[in-house]
């Protein structure tokens, strides 16, 4: 993939923006670089921030490496899974963060380059990676995978209601190699009258196969933790969700951080003594009306924002 066909459009940018309105200086890490449309605007709006950017994916990082290159004496960029954080911060390093943002899910060239085999709209080999240089890919899932293993992670990644025909139809047809045989075995095993509604009926499956292949929800919660902690006093962390399993799991710890794991009764003073360790930061929530007439993918999109705490605060 050429990196001049690397075009995503960034998500609620002028909201991002706000949210971070306040940075003063420090290193802000941009933990899902991708195309490094965020990155770019909070690097030009605020001269006295530094950018830690992480990607897995080493195409996404090769052009936000030339998209950025104005900016290359503030600009330190890591090859890395972002439930890595703590380590990345340790080698450059890197004390504590002014900023924090996570863009989940895929970059819009990871799905339209027909090449990385995520699509149900282009042929191509089962791949789905975004980091090439790990060798399990969607052709183990698809191929290798119980159909109770496939119903499971088609129900949890995608909320499929078709998981138990889905998964039948995946394994009565195996071998499957591309992209476009699996599509077809999911479109002939929904109903016809569902095939219809909510747009292509293969989306969901891989959506599931996607979050599978690369970990998405299972490295999530280590990942927001490790950001939390690292956060300075005032420094805010924004999260931007696109399916309701990663809007659960960013609103569980963001939860968790803002009582510090108080389960103290409401009504009684607390006696656990947790902290506290950050606050809600109120911000809308979807992007405008204008923003999802003219980007189709920010449709799906959540923001949730959090403060930190000067250094704990009692409950
Ligand atoms: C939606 S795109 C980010 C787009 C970016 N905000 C922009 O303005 O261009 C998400 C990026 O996060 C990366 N990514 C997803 N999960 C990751 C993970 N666990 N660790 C590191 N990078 C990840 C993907 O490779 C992709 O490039």
Known sequence: MSNNMFTH????????????????????LDA???????????????????????????????FARERLSVFS?????????????AEVLTQTNTHSLAGVLFDLGVSSPQLDHADRGFSYR??????????QSQSFSALQVVNEFSAENLVQILKENADERFAGRI???IVRSRPIHTTLELAEVVITAIPAAARRRGGHPAKRTFQAIRIEVNHELAVLPIALSSAIDALAPGARLAVL?????????????????????????????????RKALVRRVRTPKTPSDAEQAVNRRSTAARLRVVERLDSGMEM
């Open 122 to 131: 282009h042929d191509s080999p089962l791949d789905m990676r975004m980091d």
């Open 32 to 62: 899902t670089l991708g195309g490094a449309g965020h990155a770019h605007a909070v690097l030009e709006a605020h001269p006295n921030i530094e950018l830690l950017g992480i990607d897995r994916d080493e195409h996404a990082l090769a």
């Open 167 to 169: 998964a039948k139809a």
């Open 9 to 28: 459009e960034p998500v609620m940018l002028t909201e991002i923006l706000d949210v971070f309105s306040g940075l003063s200086g420090g290193v802000f």
């Open 73 to 85: 004496e503030r600009v330190t960029l890591r090859h890395a899974r972002f439930d890595r954080i």
């Open 241 to 273: 969700t696109y399916h309701s399993g990663e809007d659960r799991i960013t609103k569980s710890i963001m939860r968790d951080a803002e009582t510090g794991g108080c389960t103290c009764p409401a009504t009684l003073p607390c006696v656990c003594g």
